[in-house]
């Protein structure tokens, strides 16, 4: 089947079209056209957002009002998570379908999702997350990332538990704090890399610890990428620690991220130092935005738009040039979506035909708006809007 979409403008303020062919474009730009071609009214035309880190398995989206609280330490947020969680009826899927047809209403047509696995859920949540991808497979792209949000090496049976969510589906290793969480970082990265190695997949280690701490376990995670050959593969999520160190010592770390192609993911936060995306990527580093938790227990807030989360990145930093908005647009598109590893990304000849479609002059002007009504189309045919 082939679809014309015309009437657009691109990210340049070029008015073009789009004709798609089996879930692929065929064509992009101008004077391009059909006699049945899809009027598009001039609408701005961006890829189709990726959401490289959330927590499906854990929203409370559709539920009532559950407010969050403040604790001094992770681990009473992560013990309020399961009274809260082990108290709800709903089921997982339901939860999270409900949260996946708000982000695909906003243009999200690809999602990495960390899944929680513990002793005492066992692989419960897991095999939710894959009842739920296989409902949503014509709709949305999902990866998965088995999450030891309880620990890993501390707390016995959790170890197995990841393997054989590894072996149901799930794409990608997690890890959680090997320091502040485990109190064995070696041990916990020895065996989330060897088991990736084994397994063949990628890791993504959730690293909240600070400073020198936080510093030092970011250059264990690379000494561990580069002896287990997983350059390309590996994700660092939050690393506030970049945020803390001095100059030297994060121009050094972020060149040797960028050698290693080790991504790095920020939900962009208020309360906390987060890595300097701009520096970092100007050292060749991957940096995406995610929106880690939505409407859940750590936390009411979030509503799955990717725009606004690129906005709340280039809020978070001050940013108001057009370079910049660019830049922080790619954190929600590109740059996550190569963090990924997500293929065909892209407005190109021979890229899948994700797109969507936004009432607004420019990308300065999307973020500042995140106009409603969006059209998205996934495969080459609208799907939402």
Not at 22 to 37: H, L, R, S, W, Y
């Amino acid at each position: 089947m082939t679809t014309t979409y015309t009437n657009l403008r691109d990210i340049d303020g070029q008015s073009i079209g789009i004709r798609c062919t089996g879930g692929v474009i065929e064509a992009i730009g101008a004077g391009i056209t059909a006699p049945d071609a899809v009027d598009c009214e001039g609408r701005l035309v961006l890829p189709a957002f990726v959401e490289p880190h959330v927590h499906l398995d854990k929203t409370l989206w559709g539920e009532g009002w559950q407010p969050g609280r403040r604790a001094a330490r992770l681990r009473d947020y992560i013990d309020n998570e399961r009274r809260v969680l082990t108290a709800n009826p709903t089921p997982p899927e339901e939860r999270a379908s409900r949260l996946l047809a708000e982000m695909l209403r906003h243009g999200t047509t690809a999602v990495r999702s960390h899944i929680d696995v513990a002793p005492d859920m066992g692989l419960s949540h897991v095999e939710a997350m894959l009842r739920l991808r296989e409902s949503w497979r014509d709709k949305v792209d999902l990866q998965f990332v088995a999450f030891p949000q309880q620990g890993l090496l501390c707390r016995p049976g959790t170890t197995e538990l990841i393997r054989q969510a590894i072996d149901l589906g799930v794409e990608t290793v997690g890890g959680l704090d090997p320091a502040g969480i485990d109190g064995d970082p070696d041990g916990q990265l020895r065996f989330v890399f060897d088991l990736a190695v084994e397994k063949g997949v990628g890791v993504d280690i959730h690293l909240h610890d600070k400073g020198e701490l936080g510093a030092w376990q970011i250059e264990r995670i690379a000494d561990y990428a580069e002896a287990s050959g997983l350059a390309g593969k590996v994700m660092v999520s939050h690393a506030y620690c970049l945020g803390m160190i001095a100059p030297a010592r994060l121009e050094k770390i972020g060149r040797r991220l960028a050698d290693l192609q080790i991504s790095l993911m920020t939900s962009a936060p208020a309360d906390v130092a987060v890595p300097p995306v701009e520096r970092l990527t100007e050292l060749g580093v991957t940096v995406c935005c995610g929106s880690d938790g939505i409407r859940d227990a750590w936390s009411p807030l979030g509503n799955g738009d990717m725009l606004e989360r690129a906005f709340l990145t280039a809020y978070r930093f001050d940013w108001n040039t057009d370079v910049d908005f660019r830049r922080a647009l790619g954190c929600a598109t590109e740059n996550a979506a190569k963090a990924i590893g997500l293929s065909g990304y892209g407005l190109r000849a021979g890229g899948r035909a994700d797109f969507v479609m936004i009432e607004a002059l420019n990308v300065g002007d999307a973020l500042g708006r995140r106009p409603a009504g969006r059209r998205v189309v996934r495969r080459g045919s609208v799907v939402s809007g």
